[in-house]
């Protein structure tokens, strides 16, 4: 639908799930994509070799987003093998669930660092580039746990509210150099993380989506095309909701 040719995106936890769905798409439009990932090289090596043809307009490159020293020369590489930039989208993100008054400080922490200053750190050094270019689409991928607060996800509920409160102040910062800033919210996605839960938990998730299923990837990703493309430039600092309704 969308004509990505010609264009560079960057994909963070693009090789797994909703991230994987995202640069399959952006590839299929024309696309060069750049998909990162933290540590699993299989999962990378399956995705890469799924692709067949259209590999050759995917890099791959392994980092920490939560590591500001990783993340500058993740950038530094990035100038020296590609001369155009126009699309980040933030889809890295962790879960260390527990409830708030068992929860050990560390993995508080560190989903806050990955989920929220991973996006901090990413989309400053993204927004240097678009700058000098005038043009730039962020889309961050959030989730309704930033409205529902669900249990036993304080940290990552508080991560994924400050997503979008800091794309809602972003968006205003750079509005004026033709860059937008928004974000999409999956609800139940039909990905690894609902493979791994019972069948009683998959059936009280079902009851409280109107539309009665869970949502693909592809549907999600759809939607983040849709952000990231010239046609949406009238869009910025807003929340797409993917989740059926929830």
């Known amino acids: 639908m969308f004509n990505f ?21 952006f590839l299929d439009a024309g696309a060069t994509v750049v998909a990162t990932y933290t ?12 692709l067949g043809p259209a590999a050759r307009n995917l890099h791959l490159c392994k980092f920490d987003v939560a590591d500001y020293a990783q993340v500058e020369a993740f950038y530094k590489d990035f100038d020296a093998q590609h001369k155009n930039f126009s699309v980040l989208v933030n889809n890295s993100g962790i879960r260390k669930d527990a409830v708030l008054a068992m929860m050990r400080p560390e993995d508080w922490q560190k989903v806050l660092d990955v989920n929220l ?35 036993g996800q304080a940290n990552y509920a508080a991560s994924k509210a400050g997503q979008i409160a800091m794309s809602r102040s972003l968006s205003k910062e750079v509005a004026s150099r033709g860059i937008t800033v928004n974000c999409v919210s999956p609800g139940f996605i039909d990905t690894e993380f609902l493979a791994g839960l019972s069948e009683k938990l998959r059936k009280e998730y079902l009851v409280s989506i109107p539309l ?35």
Do not use: W
């Open 39 to 50: 540590a699993n090289d299989a999962a990378k090596d399956e995705f890469q070799d799924s």
């Open 5 to 25: 040719r010609d264009q560079t995106v960057v994909v963070t936890g693009g090789t797994r799930g909703i991230g994987r769905a995202i640069t399959r798409r």
């Open 117 to 151: 200053t991973g996006v901090f750190y990413m989309s400053k050094l993204a927004v240097h580039r678009f700058m000098a270019n005038r043009y730039g689409r962020i889309i961050t991928i959030t989730s309704p746990a930033s409205r529902f607060g669900f249990e």
């Open 212 to 246: 009665k299923r869970f949502g693909t990837p592809d549907e999600v990703a759809a939607c983040v095309l849709f952000l990231s493309s010239r046609e949406a430039g009238y869009i910025t600092g807003s929340v797409l909701s993917v989740d059926g309704g929830l």
